[in-house]
C-alpha cells in the first residue's frame, strides 16, 4: 500500500506540526545541499519556525548578500531603499578605515615593516618621534603639578604648625598667670583664716 495523500492545510495539533516541520525543514535544506553538488547552483535557503528560530543555508560558492544583490539586478526589485544602502555603504566605509587604523597600529608597533618602502618607513618614524615628544611633555606636566602640589602641602602644614604653636605658647602662659596669682592670693590672706593648731581635749587636762 502506498502512501496516502495528506491534505495540504495547518497541523492543528502541536506536537504533531514541530514534529512535521522538522523532518520537512531537514528535508529541503538536504534537497537545498544536493542541488548545489549535483547541478553547480547557488542556492541560498533561510527558514523561521514559529519560536522565531532561524535555519539557514547557502552554497558555499557565495554568499547572502551577492545572492540578494544578484537577485535585485536581475528581478528588478529594490530590496531596501537608498537609506538602507548609504547605511550599508558607511558600514562598509567603516569597516575599511578601521582595518587601515589597525594597519597604521601594527605598523606604529614595528610589525609588518619588512615590505615597507623608505618614505613610509620616514613618516612612521616621525609620528614616533612627535608621539614620544608630546607624552614626555605631558610628563613634565604632571612632575610639575606633583611638585606644586607637595609645595602647596609644605606650606600649608607650616602654616598649622606655627598656628599650634602659638596657641601651645598663649595656653602655657595662661596657666603660669593662673598658678602666680594664687600664690599671692594666699600670701595676703589675714591670719585670722590661718589654720590654727588643734587645741587638746578640756577632759585630758582634768
Not at 6 to 20: A, Q
Not at 90 to 111: A, P, W
Not at 119 to 125: F, G, Q, R
Not at 177 to 187: A, E, V
Request: glycine share 6%.
Amino acid at each position: 500500500m502506498g502512501r496516502g495523500k495528506i491534505e495540504i492545510k495547518r497541523i492543528e495539533n502541536t506536537s504533531n506540526r514541530l514534529v512535521t516541520y522538522s523532518k520537512r525543514r531537514n528535508g529541503i535544506l538536504k534537497k537545498a545541499k544536493e542541488i548545489t553538488v549535483l547541478c553547480d547552483a547557488k542556492v541560498s535557503l533561510i527558514i523561521f519556525g514559529t519560536s522565531g528560530k532561524m535555519h539557514e543555508y547557502c552554497s558555499p560558492s557565495t554568499n547572502l548578500g551577492d545572492i540578494l544583490d544578484q537577485y535585485q539586478q536581475t528581478s528588478g526589485r529594490k530590496l531596501w531603499d537608498a537609506k538602507h544602502e548609504n547605511l550599508s555603504n558607511e558600514i562598509d566605509r567603516i569597516k575599511k578605515e578601521n582595518d587601515n587604523m589597525q594597519i597604521e597600529l601594527r605598523h606604529l608597533k614595528g610589525e609588518d615593516i619588512t615590505s615597507l618602502p623608505y618614505k613610509e618607513l620616514m613618516a612612521i618614524e616621525d609620528a614616533l618621534e612627535n608621539g614620544l615628544t608630546y607624552v614626555r611633555g605631558k610628563q613634565m606636566d604632571v612632575l610639575d603639578n606633583t611638585w606644586k602640589n607637595a609645595n602647596f602641602l609644605e606650606e600649608e602644614y607650616k602654616q598649622l604648625n606655627f598656628i599650634l604653636n602659638q596657641q601651645e605658647t598663649a595656653y602655657e602662659n595662661a596657666r603660669e598667670q593662673i598658678g602666680g596669682g594664687h600664690q599671692d592670693y594666699n600670701s595676703q590672706m589675714p591670719s585670722i583664716f590661718q589654720v590654727q593648731p588643734i587645741q587638746p581635749n578640756l577632759q585630758e587636762r582634768k
